[in-house]
């Protein structure tokens, strides 16, 4: 199969670039992978967009944020971490400049805390009509399942990381939370099942993203993640997934021109 057979809006990379400031995480700090890089790494794809999401690394530093959208263009948005004390008028800056929801980073931290969850998810929704998106481990759901079901717009992270706790994250995606159907290598059960499972209960939550560059993942996005929607799900099923519930979602602004 090519992979330009089907047009793409990747919903989950990462841009790591070392001019703007990164913060250790229990240690860690990623290798450099800029604009470029990644468009190098995706010149075999139909690349109609995608989201360039905040990892913990780089806590609630917008510099390079901003940067990458100005040089990604108009067809690509932001996901980014902020403080709870985000001012109305930050929110609409980063709006104009391509932002279009906000991380909860459970699962490593870098984020707002999650008791700041629910009013930050109606405030900006309500404010700019963000999202949030949320990294956490599908064990930790029940207990957010409520706050989660309530919010007007919510995405998940990584198919949820883990089987145990996996029956909530249907249920959330039968009431209409969006999924990230990314890091197949940091899952710990079959992707094509779970892809499936989560396909019936709601053929609009699935989203597909490459992780890319997949920091400290066991294993990192090859482009047999890829064609496995396509043998799970088919054509019809791999066109939604790869490019028309995110191009719902995230809906990309047009007006902005690249760097």
């Known amino acids: 199969m090519s992979l330009k057979e089907f047009k793409l809006f990747d919903t989950h990379l990462h841009i790591i670039d070392s001019r703007f400031p990164l913060v250790p995480n229990d240690g860690y700090l990623p290798a450099e992978f800029a604009c470029v890089d990644y468009l190098e790494r995706m010149k075999s794809y139909d690349l109609a967009g995608g989201a ?3 990892g913990s690394f780089q806590a609630f530093d917008q510099t390079y944020l901003v940067d990458a959208l100005k040089r990604l263009g108009p067809t690509f948005v932001g996901v980014t971490q902020l403080p ?8 609409v800056e980063l709006d104009e400049a391509g932002v279009r929801a906000v991380r909860f980073n459970l699962k490593r931290g870098g ?3 999650v008791r700041y969850l629910d009013s930050m998810a109606r405030r900006v929704h309500e404010l700019v009509g963000w999202h949030v998106e949320l990294y956490v481990d599908s064990r930790e759901l029940a207990g957010l399942y409520d706050t989660l079901a309530a919010l007007p717009a919510v995405s998940i992270d990584h198919l949820g990381l883990a089987r145990e706790g996996f029956g909530t994250l249907l249920k959330l995606a039968g009431h209409g939370v969006r999924v990230k159907a990314t890091g197949f290598g940091r899952v710990d059960f079959d992707v094509r099942t779970a892809l499936q499972e989560l396909y019936a209960a709601n053929p609009e939550a699935l989203m597909f993203g490459t992780d890319l560059p997949s920091t400290r993942a066991p294993r990192p996005y090859e482009d047999k993640d890829f064609d496995l929607v396509v043998e799970a799900l088919g054509d019809e099923g791999a066109r939604k997934v790869f490019h028309d519930n995110a191009a719902v979602f995230f809906a990309p602004p047009s007006p902005r021109e690249p760097a």
Do not use: F, Y
């Open 52 to 54: 360039i999401v905040s």
């Open 84 to 91: 709870a004390t985000v001012s109305d008028w930050e929110l």
């Open 111 to 113: 984020s707002a805390d």
